[in-house]
């Protein structure tokens, strides 16, 4: 079972590599549920068209200024989701719990995120990191991303930035740089979606409005 499973794996990576390729760039933050379902639209809309995503994450801070231990919510876990974010979320395979009771500073998970870009690596981790933030209720501290990570395979990555002070301030100092680039580029919500660099829409939009532009922007995997 695993060789079978080794298999389709890499037959889904020759697939993909014979495939045309859209570059997109999405700026987001941990704690916006819409980030989640907006990547899950944009997935969806990439095996409809039949392109391959390279996909960048660029961070943006919904809650600046929040302190590592978080801020407590209130409520119960029902409360906390709205009945449309939970409708939204069961429509592309997200179990939006609202198991997470504090609100938490991005700040560390955007310099983790620095640290896997220019692959796909960041993706496995921002995937992980959403559902153990919105759907198993554990909360991104350190070990909560390190959890993250290992279910993403990337723990000895992440483990070496977390031992190293001084890379992560590094890294913490060129994510709030970039934050406030996006402001100063008029992004002012996320998710917000920008297809070979050129800035396209806010929001968790319908998948056909993602398929329009991933049919306009994609190139062939050799360029």
């Known amino acids: 079972k695993v060789g079978d499973q080794h298999k389709r794996q890499q037959q889904e990576q020759h697939q993909q590599e014979d495939m045309d390729r859209v570059a997109v760039t999405i700026t987001s933050d941990l704690i916006c549920p819409w980030c ?30 929040t302190p590592e231990a978080g801020v407590p919510k209130g409520g119960s876990p029902e409360s906390r989701v709205p009945a449309r974010l939970k409708a939204a979320g069961a429509d592309v395979g997200i179990d939006f719990t609202g198991l997470t009771d504090r609100t938490p500073s991005t700040a560390l998970f955007h310099a983790t ?10 993706t496995k981790f921002q995937e992980e990191a959403f559902a153990n933030y919105f759907t198993r209720g554990i909360f991104p501290d350190k070990d909560g991303l390190l959890d993250a990570a290992r279910r993403a395979g990337l723990e000895t990555e992440v483990a070496n930035l977390y031992n190293n002070p001084k890379q992560l301030d590094e890294l913490k100092a060129t994510i709030a740089q970039e934050a406030r680039d996006a402001s100063r580029l008029g992004i002012s919500g996320v998710p917000t979606f920008a297809f070979d660099g050129v800035i396209a829409f806010s929001g968790a939009q319908d998948p056909q409005v993602f398929a329009s532009y991933l049919r306009r922007h994609a190139k062939p995997a050799t360029v």
């Not at 989640?36 to 068209?49: S, T």
């Open 113 to 122: 995120m620095k640290l896997l870009a220019g692959g796909p690596a960041q």
């Open 36 to 65: 989640w379902v907006g990547l899950r639209k944009l997935e969806a809309a990439a095996q409809a068209v039949g392109v391959a995503l390279d996909i960048e994450w660029k961070p943006f801070f919904l809650r600046p200024g």
